[in-house]
């Protein structure tokens, strides 16, 4: 961890270089956004609300991740402050938890509906950097592990039009032991958008709970991308690694309508199913592309 820590931000392989920031008027975020709003021309940001793996307030935790998205022209908001890498505090101490049970978390799912909240304010305030420069219709949810569950808590948000979950799932047997987060089967009906499960294959931790959220949700189009990583992912790799790629194609699609990003995902040329690495399985995609051309 340590020498994560050292390693300086990426700035995305995106068109709009990124950068990452605390901002006083939304105290207990960080921001994601591209650094210089003016080269975006009359392109529209989209906002991508983000829950931290852990439900941490770490909002550095998975900056190469999330800068990677922000390269993209996206204002991605994570819940907490920057707790690692550069621009970080010392570390404070932590309390420590009662024994036998798992500490409270810090951030709450109500923190991403703040993010999308604070953002749609900033479109419409006179002097904001991002007046008039954030498309109200760009709105995704997105998290790790159990900030994809704060994310999936929120999903029913009519503001939403995209999700991307990664290395979760609601528990299959019963409610998680995690304060706050008991999160129940049929809280999958929360979503009203086409969503994706981005996981890390079997080794996942969370991959049993994933693919049986993937197996229930019948209502809205659904896919379940599968890496073999196990749990962590490719958060620590440069511009978050191969999972950021697929989540950039995904928000590129549902968010733009990009014809490049469906491809990545659809048709006898689906580019995720021709990458050997991966596991593409899906439900009802063919009506995304139905919907999007009439």
Aim: glycine share 10%.
């Amino acid at each position: 961890m340590a020498e994560i820590n050292r390693r300086a931000d990426n700035t995305g392989n995106g068109p709009f270089p990124a950068m990452k920031e605390e901002t006083s008027s939304l105290p207990a975020h960080v921001v994601y956004r591209p650094q210089s709003l003016d080269q975006m021309g009359k392109q529209k940001l989209g906002v991508v609300a983000w829950g931290n793996g852990g439900c941490s307030e770490d909002g550095a935790s998975s900056r190469f991740h999330l800068l990677e998205l922000a390269s993209h022209g996206y204002l991605v908001i994570a819940n907490g402050r920057i707790l690692s890498g550069p621009g970080a505090p010392p570390a404070e101490p932590r309390e420590t938890a009662t024994p036998g049970q798992l500490p409270a978390p810090r951030t709450r799912a109500s923190d991403l509906i703040d993010a999308i909240d604070w953002a749609l304010q900033e479109n419409q305030r006179a002097g904001s950097p991002y007046f008039g420069r954030i498309d109200p219709a760009q709105i995704a949810l997105s998290g790790y592990s159990c900030g994809g569950l704060q994310a999936l808590k929120v999903a029913a948000d009519p503001r939403v039009s995209a999700t991307v979950l990664h290395n979760t799932g609601i528990f299959i047997d019963g409610p998680s032991t995690i304060p706050g987060m008991d999160l129940v089967k049929d809280e999958l009906k929360n979503f009203h958008t086409p969503v994706i499960y981005i996981m890390g294959g079997e080794a996942d931790i969370a991959y049993e709970n994933g693919m049986d959220d993937y197996k229930n949700i019948e209502h809205v189009p659904v896919a379940v991308a599968n890496l073999p990583v196990g749990h962590g992912g490719t958060f620590m790799q440069a511009d978050g690694g191969s999972a950021a790629r697929v989540a950039v194609n995904w928000l590129q699609w549902q968010l733009r309508d990009d014809a490049g990003a469906a491809a990545y995902f659809t048709g006898l040329d689906c580019g995720l199913c021709k990458d050997a690495e991966w596991t593409l399985d899906s439900k009802r995609l063919d009506q995304i592309v139905s919907a999007k051309t009439q």
